[in-house]
């Protein structure tokens, strides 16, 4: 059975840093890219960021080029996001998700659902 349990969020100053985690279990995870999504209230889930099944590869949401991180250890089965220059517009819950890559472009896997993610408020 899979299992993403994302962990980390909290609230934080504008220009302050949080470090997100996402433990997985239930598949091989290094066969997988995996993918950090947010969604703001009243909005669509977006594609932040994801990382290759090695982590040599990764693609970043234009907003966050430069101020957020990925990472994975797959020897702990575990991806990581540093964030870094937060601001009030990061405001979301995030979720860790499996995907594939298809075309250059990275997606969610059709039959995966969102977890509970981790929410990450950014305010004075």
């Known amino acids: 059975q899979v299992q993403i349990v994302e962990s980390g969020g909290g609230l934080v100053q504008p220009g302050g840093s949080l470090r997100l985690s996402c433990a997985a279990s239930?598949?091989?995870?290094?066969?997988?890219?995996m993918s950090w999504y947010r969604q703001a209230p009243g909005k669509e889930h977006e594609l932040v960021v994801s990382?290759?099944?090695?982590?040599?590869?990764?693609n970043y949401e234009d907003s966050v080029k430069g101020r957020f991180t990925i990472s994975r250890d797959n020897t702990k089965n575990t991806v990581y996001l540093q964030m870094n220059s937060l601001k009030p517009e990061d405001t979301a819950v995030y979720y860790c998700?499996?995907?594939?890559?298809?075309?250059?472009?990275?997606?969610?896997?059709?039959?995966?659902?969102w977890g509970q993610g981790t929410q990450v408020t950014v305010s004075s």
């Open positions: 998700m499996r995907t594939y890559l298809y075309d250059g472009y990275y997606y969610k896997l059709p039959g995966d659902y």
């Open positions: 239930g598949f091989t995870f290094s066969n997988y890219p």
């Open positions: 990382i290759g099944k090695r982590g040599g590869t990764t």
